[in-house]
């Protein structure tokens, strides 16, 4: 949720920080129809964003110098539990240029019973975790920091599209009215003015110099003048509310 602001459920207008537990921030309560229009919908949401819609670094600015561990690469293991951690295929969570990531750590045997899906990981690779802060990624493999959150390098996009599908919806098989050109959420928009503007809140903005403090104003600016030009896309509530007056 804290990545696609369109797909945020409502705050609660009762929630406290400090107080209540962050679980308690979200009004989820608003049921949502499980019909095909809506999971057609979201598709389009998703193929229609630009960058700026999208949270990168929803850790914060400095989460890699307040937590250096958040960069170790290799399995975490918790009891019976082992999962792989690959921080380098999310460069941009933490604030550097997102390149072409190493090849995925893979288990060396899986097996699929009735109720359980137990795997195995090379034993060369579970023993990082007994020494983490040595199996980190190095300066030289995270790279540089991102002027821009949605910054990767010439090689990267190549290597996505190798991988991926450019789009959600397949245009084959897309609904009626189904639309190409890019429509902006207001409360998206919303909630990316409020990201830029979240560095340089009064409790934080004493880690910035005056320069990078303006900085996050200058694109806070931009985000309203791009409001001032878009297409707005009003609330499905809204829209039955005009039809039913």
């Known amino acids: ?12 207008s009762n929630f406290r920080p400090g107080e209540h537990p962050r679980a308690m921030k979200w009004d989820v309560q608003t049921y949502t129809a499980k019909l095909l229009t809506t999971l057609q919908g979201h598709r389009w949401r998703l193929d229609s964003m630009k960058a700026k819609e999208v949270i990168w670094m ?16 290799g399995c975490i293991r918790h009891c019976c539990i082992i999962e792989p951690y690959m921080p380098d295929r999310v460069l941009r969570q933490f604030g550097f240029v997102q390149t072409p990531p190493m090849t995925p ?48 390098s010439a090689d990267y996009r190549q290597w996505f599209l190798q991988r991926t599908h450019p ?30 503007l979240r560095p340089v809140y009064p409790e934080t903005r ?35 509310q005009c039809r039913r007056k």
């Open 58 to 73: 929803p850790y914060g600015l400095d989460v890699v110098e307040n937590y250096p561990l958040t960069l170790y690469h």
């Open 105 to 152: 750590i893979f288990p060396s045997n899986e097996y699929k019973p009735a109720h359980s899906y137990p795997v195995e990981y090379p034993e060369a690779i579970m023993c990082f975790w007994n020494d983490p802060t040595s199996h980190c990624l190095s300066q030289k493999r995270i790279g540089d920091f991102v002027q821009n959150p949605w910054d990767f």
């Open 167 to 196: 789009k959600v919806q397949n245009p084959d098989h897309a609904p009626n009215g189904y639309q190409t050109r890019h429509q902006l959420n207001a409360e998206a928009l919303l909630h990316l003015i409020a990201h830029y």
């Open 206 to 240: 004493s880690r910035l110099t005056l320069e990078q403090q303006y900085h996050y104003f200058d694109r806070a600016i931009n985000v309203l003048r791009d409001f001032e030009n878009a297409q707005i896309i009003e609330p499905q509530h809204a829209q039955a």
């Open 1 to 12: 949720m804290s990545i696609f602001p369109m797909f945020r459920p409502r705050v609660n």
